[in-house]
């Protein structure tokens, strides 16, 4: 865990509430964390869902390699404790995301437990989702869609997550979905009914 | 498996763009990023500016030392070397929000040039406005909101800005606003003017 270093700070009152924003938006601010190997379909997941959201009238925005890792966390590597601060940051940002009322979708490897933990903590767990993407390791090696498995089994990339760096699979995520078996439309209406049934968008009028 | 309920969704592999989530807001993303000394307005005209769109129906957020280093930055304090990292974050998770359609106001003293520079770089130009709140020293120093001008001139906290550590003034703010002249309603009527000739909001009807 971090230290609060900041002295001198004090919560003002003042803001305009969430509630208020979500009343606005006609729906409750969410983060839904995808965790899974390289190749597993998250991003694709990530994004099949915001278009669906967006086209149901919904704000909601993906967090992802391409605009967290050159942007925000452009000052961090891959090491353990970069890792962590990486999700760490991630979490913080969702939480900020959340508040503002955004349905917002992550889609980073997050191998460690740990840190997902930590980022479920920092969003508060009603508003958070985690959502496994089990895919086998065969078939995102197969998929390889940057070419990084090929590499990292040819040891130019070390510390790959799958291969030399471990995977620690959720203990109790709110939905495991296997990207060989669904595809990510059917993976966005599950998701869809996940959001209905916790509230967080009203249903559709048959 | 599953039954698709929603009939008329169309399905990509990419980011929602912005153009799309601005046309949903029917508003466009921005940054109000106020700077000034301690106890020259910035906060309250933030919240006064974010209540006022929402009443309008303008999703708006305010980020600020408060929310921002107890969370994102709570591992950064106050060096020079921090405080460059406290505004670079704050201008990358300002990127991200405008990137979300978000009108975003920032409550930062921001004391040094470069840095905000570098935020209104990362946030790109036509959507960031400085927001110099021009209020006496001696006036920020007699509201001294949190008693930390007192305990700067009693030598209690060191390097603080306008006491023992530089401010430097924007030279091409987009707004300069003396809080000992303008009230806070007043200033966010100002900048609600500003956003709609800006093309970030509609005009009121009359």
Redo the contacts between chains.
């Keep these: 865990m971090?230290?609060?270093?900041?002295t001198?700070?004090?919560?003002?009152e003042?803001?305009?509430g969430r509630e208020?924003?979500e009343t606005?938006?006609k729906q409750k601010g969410a983060v839904i964390w995808t965790t899974g190997l390289s190749g597993s379909g998250k991003s694709?997941i990530a994004?099949?869902l915001?278009?669906?959201l967006?086209?149901?009238?919904h704000?909601?925005?993906?967090?992802d390699g391409?605009?967290i890792r050159h942007?925000?966390n452009k000052?961090l590597g891959f090491s353990a404790e970069d890792r962590e601060?990486n999700i760490r940051?991630l979490g913080?940002?969702g939480?900020?995301?959340v508040?503002?009322?955004?349905i917002t979708i992550t889609a980073f490897i997050s191998p460690y437990s740990k840190d997902r933990d930590i980022a479920r903590e920092?969003v508060g767990t009603d508003s958070f989702f985690e959502i496994f993407c089990d895919t086998p390791l065969d078939v995102c090696e197969e998929r390889d869609p940057k070419g990084l498995y090929k590499k990292a089994r040819a040891g130019e990339i070390k510390g790959f997550t799958g291969i030399d760096d471990p995977y620690e699979a959720p203990s109790n995520p709110e939905m495991v979905i296997d990207t060989s078996k669904?595809s990510?439309?059917?993976a966005?209406?599950?998701l869809?009914?996940m959001l209905e049934k916790a509230g967080k968008i009203p249903q559709?009028a048959d």
Tied chains: 1, 2.
């Design positions: 971090t230290k609060i270093k900041a001198n700070i004090t919560w003002h003042g803001h305009v208020e924003r606005l938006l694709t994004y099949t915001e278009h669906a967006v086209q149901r009238g704000l909601s925005y993906v967090l391409d605009n942007g925000l000052n601060e940051r913080e940002v939480k900020l995301f508040d503002a009322g955004i920092a669904v990510p439309q059917d966005a209406v599950l869809c009914e559709l």
